[in-house]
């Protein structure tokens, strides 16, 4: 399932391509012609999400080791998220923001390349208009996923492109740490964020995802992680 509509697996009948097909559903009730399908075709992931690897969904089969991601894997995803978004915002005709950055809607190809997915939330802006007004938009709850938008979206703030930047910082420290924004340890004033912050830079060990700490414990040391 993604945001807006149901995603299947398919076959083009022709080169016999595998393609991933998504059913649009949400936006069914505001179509005022009442078309009955409407639905996007992509290239099919074939290695899931990023949120598939982070965090393995319980009771798979699959040994651990074949989910773990290296120190350069996760360096390499996260800089083509970093181009990615440096396209929508600055490379595109019409600026695009995202709006909804999170490891669930970052898709791996077959070589491990790392792409943006799921535009359902996205806002398509004019180059002369980097801010969008939440008293223009008719999804007002609609602004991103908690633990990923930035604090400033609940309360009505336009949103921009330093949204989508804010979104991919929680990001990356959730793929160097292993811990999503969302664990439970983090309330009572303590976030992702804070938890990185006072643990930088005398107890870095502390907060590593321990499958990056097993990697350097197999090649020797742990002494020379460095992010």
Known sequence: MGSFGSVYRGILEETGEV???KVLTAI???????????ALVYEFMVNGSLED???PPAGTN?????RNLNLFQRLNMAIDVAHALEYLHHHCEILIIH???KPSNILLDEEMVAHISDFGLAKILSTDKLNYSASQSSSLGLRGTIGYAPPE?????ELSTKGDVYSYGILLLEMFTGKRPTDERFKEGLSLHNFVKTALPERMIEIIDPILLQERVKQGTITDITL
């Open 62 to 66: 699959e040994p651990e080791t074949i």
């Open 99 to 101: 709006c909804d950055l």
């Open 28 to 38: 069914s009730g505001v179509d005022y012609q009442d078309n009955d399908f409407k």
């Open 153 to 157: 979206y609940g309360m009505g703030s």
């Open 19 to 21: 393609i991933a097909v």
């Open 53 to 55: 690897w982070l965090h």
